[in-house]
């Protein structure tokens, strides 16, 4: 007997599913729809065209904005990756007094409601600034910079959360090996423990990419007058005759953001497989 | 060496991270002057005027908090079923069918927002597919469907059925199946074995699911933005306001400061007993 479920159960919990999926996707397929709608996204469907697309490409400022996300996104992943590497060494290959204390400092973004760290960092950028122009009459204001600095706080558990796992898997003893083959720490690393992690890191950079690309609650904040996608987006929903470009670019933004997570997914269980190790569930958002 | 690895990251967290939330909690009790108008005085009046209901923020707060426990309700009975069907029923593809679910998650939020008011609106996708069908006349579009209170809850359940059911579907996956077989050899049947042991043994799952719902939505502000008007009015967009239009940055340190020991708290308790909890199911 399938003690999980009975027939009708099972049936039920099928469609279930898959009305559900139903549900998750046909906002989002309504919108690709109407991005190649000759009129407003609105039914009767005007017919088929592509000038809204072609249109984005002759809006300067949509395409700024789209530039600085990908400038904010690609300099906060780097280093984002960099002290998730350095954070998930520590954590896994190190004892160190304080450990529980470090764990809780570089997973606690991930519950922090984002608006109040935006605001947060707003006060004491505005504080710095305020002190600077006071004593030396120079001051940063507010730009990519401050955006860029607060992603990196945010996207930094999930760096470390795709890193630990495959790290932990790495046997030390290849390190050591290549200590024994008379290696320094320098090129253990580089040549032995780097390749090796890889496949994690690029997971890890993609995850952190995505993240820093979409996202709004702190960049509104820190963005000043350099709006990134999501800023100017926001914004330029108050304009209808906008609306139809607006959809457009999105479905593009989708379509880019679910290959950039696929391709992460992807690369993370090949790693995992390399290792012989079983995937165990979680994943990249646990 | 360990010093050298953890300084850097330590660093950034420290200055970027800590400091801000401090400071926050300094200039909520006006410990700081940054305006002309800042008195420097250090006095509890803000926090007593809050905590007081001297104004409306505290009401506002519990609406929020009404609206994100209906959301984050409804969203872990939806969810629930979903995590079941992927680790109990199904064979293959079942991380594949997971990715499924989990991937309108993982894209940009606002887009999906968006989504939902494209559909929405009095001239939107639902409404012109009514009068397209001669459903509705074009002068009485159902004017409910966008800035209201329903609105933002369905959107907001919406956004995260996805992220709620990987947690529990990650409990019922770790699950001992022959616990089931054992629950079923000694004659329970499978509503009993489901309510005596499937249940409990995902319920660090549940309640994981659950703060992860909770928790964000709470400090909800963009979704209220887009869709919610007037009566969806939540708590985080009153802290925006004030900071942003009403530009009284110290009652805004205040209900930003409020929300964030609501979250911790929250954390201290729920994140305890999800742990422990995974750990005695193990």
């Given amino acids: 007997m399938e003690i999980a479920t009975s027939r009708t159960g099972r049936v039920t ?66 280093i984002a990756v960099a002290l998730g590497v350095m954070t998930s060494f520590a954590l896994i290959r190190r004892r160190f007094f304080g450990k529980p204390v470090v764990s809780a400092l ?38 990519l910079h401050s955006v860029i600095i607060g992603h990196v706080v945010v996207a930094l558990p999930y760096t470390i959360l795709t890193i630990l796992p495959l790290l932990e898997r790495l046997s030390v003893s290849l390190d050591e090996a290549a200590k024994d083959l008379g290696a320094n720490p320098r090129e253990t690393f580089r040549r032995v423990t780097l390749p090796l992690l890889m496949p994690a890191l690029i997971s890890a950079f993609l995850v952190a990419f995505t993240l820093s690309f979409d996202e709004f609650a702190i960049a509104s904040f820190l963005a000043g007058t350099q709006q990134t996608w999501p800023v100017y987006l926001f ?34 269980r090949l790693a995992q497989r390399r290792y012989g190790a079983e995937y165990s569930g979680g994943g990249f958002a646990a | 060496m360990t010093a050298g690895l953890l300084s850097a990251p ?148 919406y956004a995260w059925i996805p992220f709620v059911a990987l947690p529990i579907f990650v409990s019922l996956d770790n699950m001992d199946r022959s616990l089931l077989e054992a629950s079923s050899d000694l004659g329970c049947s499978r509503l009993r074995t489901f309510w005596r042991v499937t249940l409990p043994l995902s319920l660090p799952g549940l309640v994981a699911g659950f703060v992860f719902v909770f928790v964000p939505t ?35 340190s205040v209900l930003a400061m409020f929300l964030l020991l609501v979250v911790a708290g929250l954390m201290l308790i729920f994140g305890r007993f999800v742990q422990v909890r995974s750990v005695a199911a193990d």
């Fill in chain 1, 235 to 268: 914004a330029q929903l108050r304009v209808p005759r906008l609306l139809p470009q607006l959809i457009a670019v999105s479905s593009v933004v989708f379509v880019g953001s679910l290959a950039l997570i696929l391709s992460a997914e992807i690369g993370r």
């Fill in chain 2, 218 to 252: 709470i400090g909800e502000f963009v979704t209220p933005l887009l869709v919610g008007g007037t009566s969806g009015y939540m708590y985080g967009n009153a802290i925006q306001d004030l900071f942003t239009r009403g530009l009284d940055w110290q009652t805004g």
């Fill in chain 2, 10 to 157: 330590v660093l950034w967290l420290v200055l970027f991270f800590v400091a801000p939330v401090v400071y926050v909690a300094i200039y909520s009790v006006g410990g700081i002057t940054l305006f002309p108008t800042d008195t420097g005085v250090i006095s509890l009046d803000y926090w007593r005027h809050f905590l007081g209901g001297g104004s409306i923020y505290l009401g506002l707060f519990w609406k929020s908090v009404r609206m994100s426990l209906t959301v984050s309700v409804v969203v872990v009975m939806l969810a629930y079923p979903i995590g079941y069907f992927l680790a109990l029923v199904v064979r293959k593809l079942k991380y594949v069918l997971l990715l499924v679910i989990i991937v309108p998650f993982l894209t940009s939020f606002l887009l999906r927002v968006l989504a939902w008011k494209v559909m929405l609106g009095d001239r939107g996708v639902f409404n012109s597919l009514l009068e397209s069908l001669h459903l509705r006349s074009p002068n009485h579009p159902i004017e409910w469907l966008l800035y209201s209170q329903f609105t933002v809850m369905l959107v907001l359940a």
């Fill in chain 1, 13 to 78: 919990l099928t469609l279930f599913f898959w009305l559900l999926v139903v549900f998750l996707y046909l906002p989002i397929a309504v919108l690709a729809l109407f991005s190649f709608n000759d009129g407003d996204p609105s039914f009767p469907l005007a017919g088929f065209t592509t000038h809204w697309y072609r249109d984005v490409l002759s809006n300067d400022t949509l395409i700024t904005a789209l530039g600085r996300s990908a400038i904010v996104a690609t300099v906060s992943s780097l």
């Fill in chain 1, 106 to 143: 570089v997973f606690s973004p991930l519950v922090i409601p984002y608006l109040v760290f935006g605001i947060s960092l707003l006060l004491i950028f505005t504080l710095v600034d305020k002190v600077l122009t006071e004593t030396f009459g120079v001051y940063f204001g507010l730009g």
